[in-house]
């Protein structure tokens, strides 16, 4: 039995706790995190903030009773300040400045990401915000409350900025929505899908300033424009949204890290010191599309990895499968999602890559009601012809066609193996010529 130390009690933290709780109760673990509160679905910022939620409730499943009574010992409010490796100690001070230190057997850090903070002027002016925290999202919704607040601009046109976007304008404000790329969403899709969704966001009143780099935010006592270096613009809330880094301060003079900071870690979650496991956005994850260690901060990977380093610190030897950065996202109900490497990704990655493409109707055109258009693309490698990604886009829910492609880039299949793949076929459903088959089917 071990005495198991846990640093941060998130999404990560979360399931490895509840990993340890419920499968191995001999143990002792104790719990620190700095915030008040555990378990946010940062998804459901947008939503709530949007208003299609009816309040946020429903966005935490975890809290520190939940905790307890499987008999945690957890301290909120209570940041890790240091950690001594070599006595096994973590030192925390809670928020009255009172120093706790507890030793350890096993350690998990599970220190999550933190907002990426770049170099523009005036960052620090009041109603510039990030989105990060519980506690974020309800500092913007407070201030799109008032009536003073009419133009917002959002910066960084990832899917939360986007998503950020549409929540503003359906609080009937204006939204700018500013991203040095060409496109929205550039990171996972290929243009084919986010031209469609910048015409989604264009068409639903959103303002597109795309390949504008932010430089200042003039203000004073308050926000009162953005500055760019193609233009300046009266706002009077910024959204900063331009991505996360890992929250590595604590350890990464002591652990490997990637580059950018986050820890290295093995595929049982191990980082390079003996009994310090790393999990979440705050460690790197195996990806099986580029068959290395990558950085993906998802809440999806931060489970798993919890789940496996629960089992690992418990004696159960558990290895991660890795991931393919599977995604989704939903703007004024037009729905993207998916997996593995888009093409740009692919080239970068070092392969050589081909795609295959079908549009269609999901279901046959005799199917007059809730029957939208789809679109897909596979890219593969023309070399070994193995998978490498898929995105899908549609009005309809076609999101759970994409889980087959995630497992297709974990298996390393080919495209050639999806040709006469059984696909089934209802016209309640889908079409005889499905166009995952057409797609396939038509590849070089
Ligand atoms: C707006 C938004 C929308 C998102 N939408 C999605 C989505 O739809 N799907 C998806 O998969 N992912 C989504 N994500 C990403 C997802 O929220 C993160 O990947 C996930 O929160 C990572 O979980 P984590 O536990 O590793 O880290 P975090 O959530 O960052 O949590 C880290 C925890 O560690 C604590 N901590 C940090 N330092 C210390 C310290 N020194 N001492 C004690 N405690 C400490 C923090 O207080 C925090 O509770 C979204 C994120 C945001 C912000």
């Not at 489970?303 to 089992?311: E, I, L, M, T, Y």
Request: charged share 25%; proline share 2%; with cysteine.
């Amino acid at each position: 039995m071990s005495k198991i130390v846990l640093i941060g009690a998130n999404h990560a933290g979360t399931a490895a706790a509840n990993t340890i709780l419920d499968n191995y109760p001999g143990n002792e673990l104790v719990i620190f995190d700095s915030n008040n509160n555990i378990s946010y679905l940062g998804c459901g910022t947008a939503l709530y903030i949007g208003k299609q939620i009816d309040g946020t409730d429903g966005l935490f499943y975890s809290t520190r009773e939940k905790l307890e009574a499987k008999k945690a010992r957890v301290h909120m409010e209570t940041g890790v300040t240091r950690i001594d490796f070599d006595a096994k100690k973590v030192y925390a001070a809670d928020k009255n400045g009172k120093e706790i230190a507890e030793t350890y057997d096993k350690l998990i850090i599970a220190t999550g990401s933190l907002p990426i903070t770049p170099p523009i002027k005036g960052l620090d002016t009041p109603n510039v915000n990030y989105v990060k925290l519980f506690q974020d999202g309800q500092a913007i919704n407070a201030l799109l409350d008032k009536a003073e607040i009419k133009t917002v601009a959002v910066v960084g046109a990832g899917y939360i900025g986007v998503e950020l976007a549409e929540a503003v304008r359906r609080r009937g404000k204006e939204a700018l929505l500013f991203e040095a790329a060409d496109t929205s969403l550039s990171t996972y899709y290929d243009e084919w899908f986010t031209h469609d969704m910048d015409k989604v966001l264009g068409d639903n009143g959103i303002k597109l300033h795309f390949g504008e780099l932010v430089q200042e935010i003039e203000g004073g006592d308050t926000v009162k424009g953005i500055v760019t270096n193609k233009g300046k613009y009266q706002v009077d809330l910024v959204i900063m949204a331009i991505g996360f880094r890992p929250n590595s301060a604590l350890a990464k003079e002591n652990l490997e890290t990637l580059p950018n900071g986050a820890y290295k870690v093995n595929k049982k979650q191990e980082t390079s010191k003996k009994d310090v496991y790393a999990i979440g956005d705050c460690a790197s994850v195996y990806s099986n599309a580029i068959e290395n260690t990558a950085y993906i901060a998802l809440a999806t990977n931060a489970v798993r990895s919890g789940v496996v380093a629960g089992h690992n610190v418990c004696g159960t030897a558990l290895e991660s499968v890795g991931v393919q950065g599977s995604n989704g996202i939903c703007i004024f109900g037009y729905k993207m999602v998916s997996t593995g490497l888009n093409t740009k990704a692919a080239e970068k990655a070092g392969y050589s890559p081909a795609y295959t493409e079908f549009e269609d109707t999901q279901k046959p055109a005799f199917i007059k009601e809730d029957n939208h258009k789809v679109k897909i693309r596979i890219v593969y490698d023309k070399n070994t012809r193995r998978i490498l990604g898929a995105q899908m886009a549609s009005y309809q829910d076609i999101s759970m066609g994409i889980h087959m492609f995630s497992l297709a880039i974990e298996e390393k299949l080919t495209i050639d193996k999806l040709k006469l793949l059984d696909i089934f076929f209802l016209p309640h459903f889908n079409q005889p010529y499905n166009y995952i088959t057409m797609a396939a089917l038509s590849a070089k």
